[in-house]
T-cell receptor, first 113, second 116 residues
Framework: DAGVIQSPRHEVTEMGQEVTLRCKPI?????LFWYRQTMMRGLELLIY????????DSGMPEDRFSAKMPNASFSTLKIQPSEPRDSAVYFC???????????FGPGTRLTVT | AQSVTQLDSHVSVSEGTPVLLRCNYS??????LFWYVQHPNKGLQLLLK??????LVKGINGFEAEFKKSETSFHLTKPSAHMSDAAEYFC??????????????FGTGTRLTIIP
């Protein structure tokens, strides 16, 4: 299995631009998670899905952030408009409801100038 | 409710000496516990997991951890440190599978430095 796939690996954009991060979970996994990692705040859970349905989005910072999962093999995290404080590494992770551990993708490093 | 506390933000050891990274947890149910490792500019990789089976858990790269319910601890150890062990280590707690809340709770991380 290829593991969790994220794209792009690096994204540099200007303030005010729209940013879309993508994630392909491990085949057969029915949970998908989006995390953000910064030096100041550590790892934060933004949102997670079960069977493509958002279950808990209480960690989404504000309305500028949105996430979708149109099917079992694809999810997006969108920031519109982006701000410099959104600069972070964004991780996607997936798991099966019968498993204990989550499997993380390599992350997308976002820089907003 | 669940929480996890990593008692050291930074640990330095010499190559070839033992490693001890400390973690205490709090949980209102029988938790699952994990250690994840993050090498610089990489994603998180699972080192080992405790899931209510054996209390001494062996993981990859020679690491192991012992679940001590009486002490609410899950410390990570390795008999002999290697230069490649230099990384950030996260202690993580979660509810059991199919609990209805699949959130992981991460510790703040311990940065392990290996001295040549």
């Amino acid at each position: 299995d290829a593991g969790v796939i994220q794209s792009p690996r690096h994204e540099v954009t200007e303030m005010g631009q729209e940013v879309t991060l993508r994630c392909k979970p491990i085949s057969g996994h029915d949970y998908l998670f989006w995390y953000r990692q910064t030096m100041m705040r550590g790892l934060e859970l933004l949102i997670y899905f079960n069977n493509n349905v958002p279950i808990d989005d209480s960690g989404m910072p504000e309305d500028r952030f949105s996430a979708k999962m149109p099917n079992a093999s694809f999810s997006t995290l969108k920031i519109q408009p982006s701000e410099p404080r959104d600069s972070a590494v964004y991780f996607c992770a997936s798991t099966s409801g019968r498993a204990y551990e989550q499997y993380f993708g390599p992350g997308t490093r976002l820089t907003v100038t | 409710a669940q929480s996890v506390t990593q008692l050291d933000s930074h640990v330095s050891v010499s190559e070839g000496t033992p490693v001890l990274l400390r973690c205490n947890y709090s949980s209102s149910y029988s938790p699952s516990l994990f250690w994840y490792v993050q090498h610089p500019n990489k994603g998180l990789q699972l080192l080992l997991k405790y899931t209510s089976a054996a209390t001494l858990v062996k993981g990859i790269n020679g690491f192991e951890a012992e679940f001590k319910k009486s002490e609410t601890s899950f410390h990570l150890t390795k008999p002999s440190a290697h230069m490649s062990d230099a990384a950030e280590y996260f202690c993580v707690v979660s509810p059991p599978p199919n609990f209805g809340n699949e959130k992981l709770t991460f510790g703040t991380g311990t940065r392990l430095t290996i001295i040549p």
